[in-house]
């Protein structure tokens, strides 16, 4: 198997049939991608961060040292690199994109600040390609406005959350409606709500 397509983390057992490699992900992005991905960094790097406290967000999602994590939507990385460091050295981080833009801008973040635990992926959230049961949390903010189906997206985060796994979401949508939303499928239900997030835990197939 070519090696841009295996995960960067081989010792984890997750081989994903994604192509990874920056060459790949280059020649995909088209001039929209780029200036769409344009639009969303400015906003992200230069208005976002002056009000938002990446670190107070994710540990109120709920990421904490040693999980496997998977964020979907990472856009200019915002919240990917923050997420690594509380993740910490034996944790790990996936993020996920459809633009290819965005996900070489992440990576070349990624490599910059020299993080290992880390990796930014091109692939669609409906279709991860992470197995089943790999992840302890995911975190979806701001992106539940851009998913075509969100019962498929929905699907697919339920399949790769492990047991005890959480699904963490930031949304413009109203709280209530959120939690309609997404338990409708009876795949999650509400466990909690802190400032601005909104926690749901895993139900298994008996809707337990």
């Known amino acids: 198997m070519d090696e841009s397509y295996q995960s960067l983390r081989p010792e984890s057992g997750i081989i994903a049939m994604i192509n990874t490699s920056p060459e790949a992900n280059f020649a995909r992005a088209t001039k929209y991608d780029q200036v769409h991905f344009g639009v969303i960094r400015i ?3 230069c208005l976002y961060g002056h009000f938002v406290d990446p670190y107070r967000l994710l540990t109120q999602a709920g990421i904490r040292d040693g999980q496997q994590v998977l964020e979907v939507g990472c856009g200019p990385g915002f919240f990917t690199l923050p997420a690594a460091k509380i993740a910490g050295e034996t944790g790990y981080v996936y993020a996920l994109d459809i633009n290819p833009a965005a996900v070489e801008h992440v990576r070349r973040k990624i490599t ?3 993080l290992g635990n880390v990796e930014a992926r091109l ?3 409906s279709e ?3 197995p089943s049961q790999s992840i302890d949390m995911v975190f979806l903010f701001g992106v539940m406005q851009a998913f075509k189906d969100v019962s498929k997206v929905l699907r ?3 399949r790769v959350l492990r047991t005890t796994g959480t699904l963490s979401i930031r949304s413009g949508v109203p709280a209530d409606k959120l939690a309609q939303i997404v ?3 009876g795949l999650f239900a509400i466990r909690e709500r802190t400032r601005g997030v909104s926690i749901f835990k895993k139900k298994d197939a008996d809707g337990l």
Request: no cysteine.
């Open 43 to 45: 906003v992200h790097e």
């Open 112 to 114: 910059r600040t020299g």
């Open 156 to 158: 697919e985060m339920h």
């Open 128 to 130: 991860t390609g992470l």
């Open 183 to 185: 338990s409708a499928d």
């Open 123 to 125: 692939a669609d959230a």
